[in-house]
């Protein structure tokens, strides 16, 4: 494995760099269509039902399927990468918009009517109020997100891009253990680091939380 | 067999070991094995771990660290140890099995209300009763959720034991693309999905009929006693 890497350190280096692109591109696409998605969920009650519904189906399509035909779909070319993103950003978003609209319902409703009688407006007390205390449920949703995109990603080697999931088929084709060990590896250890940052982002934007756990 | 004709409705494509019956009874076959084989082993350690509270360490971070595995490295990484056949594809699939079960039998156990297990305690049951005739009924919506959500990742991710040349779903998907033939990917993705949302619906009645009418409200709403509020979904606790 380590003859492996000394070798082919180029090759790892861009596979693991075409992976972090692969799964981070969607995450941020997902997250920045969840909040309004997830926020109409709460504002407009009655979409709420209709919201998890419609989560709840696209997170069941399998990947490879959807990985297969967003090309047709699309009308990318199969070995476009934009295939893999335009499927992730769903899968992100499906999760993501369900997890901000619990978010969001998670607030003490007090809180709100305290921001209300100090004379916030609707606009103000989402941005300032609200969202910052749906921040621990929203942040659970994305580390989530995040774990299972950097894990997806590799699915799309089946379909020619796939990060270090390139690693894995070639590996397969050679019926050689070595870069296919290293794909895991990295994949792991690089779900464990982005798992790791988000949770230290966490920490540091939600101190409140902390507090009432150590008083409890 | 003209171009024309959809896959899905051209009646060779529904007969045959690469029939569409048979690719997805080998589909659920490997599912239900993964499945079986996962309950096997993450069942008793999960009720173990949330019945003690002993090495909850290992429940919590079993569900991230899980997530975390690529299925396909995973399994490419058995096959080119052990040779191709099934028995790496159990291996690949039952490990994504495991974390889902165990985090959530675990949390489901450990959710249970205090006050009704120190009642059981005080009864005087003993702990093997306390743990089936209390903590396992109160736990089962959410351990349901985890099975829902295990057997749903495995549907979806068995497609990829064609990449090793075995059978399911995926064979339309995989020799679908190596030929260029649009219908037949389609064809795949579409059974592949329909099957994914048929088992989900199935699994969402078992866990609606299998809760004790005591814990769901169920029927209760009819006799016109009020009942609380459902909470959140079990699925994401």
Known sequence: MIDY??????????????????????LLIGVVLALPVGYLGVRFGWLYHPLLNASGIVYSIPSLALFVTLPYVLGTQVLSPVNIVVALSLYTLALMARTVADGLRSVDPSLTEAATAMGYRRTRRLVEVELPLALPVVLAGVRVAAVSNISLVSVGALIGIGGLGALFTRGFQLFYTAPILVGVVLSVLLAAVTDLVIVSVQRAVTPWTRATTRRA | MGDDTPYLLD??????????????????????????CGLVIALPVGLYIGHTGRGSFLAINAGNAGRSLPTLGLLMLMVTLMGLGFLPVLIALTVLVVPPILTTTYAGLRNVDRSAVDAAVGMGMRPWQVLWRVEVPMALPVMLGGLRSAALQVVATATVAASVGLSGLGRLLIDGLSVNDYGRVVAGAVVVAVLAIVLDLLLGLVQRYAVSPGISGRGLRRRGAPVAASGPDPELA
């Open chain 1, 5 to 26: 890497l000394g070798s082919n350190s180029d090759v790892v280096l861009a596979a693991l760099r075409q992976h972090v692109g692969l799964a981070f591109l969607p």
């Open chain 2, 11 to 36: 009646g060779s494509h529904w007969s045959g070991p690469q029939g569409i019956p048979h690719l997805v009874l080998a589909h659920l076959g490997y599912t239900g094995l993964a499945l079986l």
